[in-house]
């Protein structure tokens, strides 16, 4: 009786020893699971704020609540055993769908503020940059002039550009990121740097190269801007509007002309160049004036001001549309009646599209 009692003790500790020892792997197992499981949720698209001074278990409710993760004593757990509370940044934040607990608290570590994107697209002038921006809803802008007002400031490009009255030309076109308070005098700012950033020494230097200043290679840049459709014409186009100055020929480019008849307030928005357009008496009117217009009509990207830096070596003085693509490419003359023959035979295409609608 006493051997049997003895067993049964003995099985009684081995159960109890078994059962201590399995506790732990099951919860580590588990934990392990719970922190490397992917949640999908439907806040992808939303921002969540985390406070300042918010708790570790204000943090995993919310974060609960909005359903990123699915239980809340996996991530209190670790955050309490890796000392994780300490390193957590407050913030607004996007958690992508799928996305681990591990992956949570590593976005929380790293920190996130909620960020507006402002877009100013190659080409664009002031006045389209204006209007775009009294759009965001964040800057809190009155209108377009009141944006217009802030690029007249012009203490920024001084050293490159002491003629400028206004930004156009230095507002290089790109995506901008900025957190949702930032003022629209630093959005506009941060545009004028990030050209100043690809204002490189060596473009400087290319530029001094050619006996131009930096004003001058703007304005040619934002002319092939406006005029070229492919990047690979615009060293060609650079090179017409050249050899054009060099031998004393009116740039005659509607992109000028348009130009002068927003500075005018006169310009009908709708695409097409009118005769009163055309007879504009405004320096910007290259038809009428020979030489370069007196400043940039639009912004240009860093292809177009490479090219104006870098223009193909040829002969040519015309280009006109290539009406077989639709592309916006064109055909390249150095003589004026091979180029009249290209401008026929584009009025002649025109022509036959309007007919077959």
Same mark, same amino acid.
């Given at each position: 009786m006493l051997i049997k009692s003895r067993k049964a003790r003995k099985r009684l500790w081995l159960g109890i020893c078994l059962f201590l020892l399995a506790v732990p792997a099951v919860f580590s197992l588990s934990l392990y699971r719970e922190l490397h499981t992917p949640v999908a949720h439907g806040k992808a698209d939303d921002y969540i704020e985390i406070p300042r001074r918010s708790t570790p278990e204000a943090i995993a409710n919310k974060l609960s609540s909005a359903g990123v993760v699915r239980r809340t004593w996996p991530l209190l757990f670790y955050i309490k055993i890796s000392g994780s509370a300490k390193l957590i940044k407050a913030g607004e934040y996007r958690f992508s769908s799928p996305i681990t607990p591990l992956g949570v608290l590593k976005k929380l570590e790293e920190g996130e503020q909620r960020l507006s994107r402002f877009t100013v697209i190659e080409g664009w002038t002031r006045w389209d940059i204006a209007d775009s921006l009294s759009h965001v809803d964040e800057l809190h802008l009155r209108d377009s002039n009141e944006a217009l007002r802030l690029m007249d400031e012009t203490s920024a490009i001084r050293d490159l550009d002491p003629v400028a009255t206004n930004l156009e030309g230095y507002l290089f076109p790109a995506t901008y990121s900025y957190p949702v308070d930032t003022k629209p005098a630093a959005v506009i700012a941060g545009m004028v740097k990030r050209f100043r950033q690809e204002w490189t020494p060596e473009r400087a230097e290319r530029a001094r190269a050619l006996h131009m200043s930096p004003r001058q290679i703007v304005i040619v840049a934002s002319l092939i801007e406006t005029e070229a459709k492919l990047k690979d014409e615009r060293p060609l186009i650079a090179s017409v509007i050249y050899n054009r100055l060099n031998r004393g020929i009116a740039l005659g480019m509607d992109s000028t002309i348009v130009y002068a008849s927003k500075l005018a307030g006169k310009w009908r928005n709708d695409g097409r160049v009118y005769l009163s357009d055309v #007879?504009?008496? +405004? !320096? /910007? #009117?290259? =038809?009428?004036?020979? &030489?370069?217009? !007196?400043?940039p009509v639009g912004a240009p990207g860093e292809s177009s001001i490479d090219a104006a830096l870098n223009p193909a070596q040829t002969d040519y003085l015309y280009y006109v549309r290539e009406p +077989? =693509? %639709? %592309? &916006? *490419?064109? #055909?390249? /003359? +150095?003589?004026? *009646? %091979?180029?009249e023959k290209g401008v026929r035979a584009l009025r002649e295409w025109e022509r036959t599209r309007e007919a077959g609608r």
């Open positions: #007879n504009r008496r +405004s !320096p /910007y #009117n290259t =038809r009428i004036f020979v &030489g370069l217009p !007196p400043g +077989s =693509r %639709d %592309d &916006g *490419a064109h #055909n390249f /003359y +150095s003589k004026e *009646a %091979d180029f």
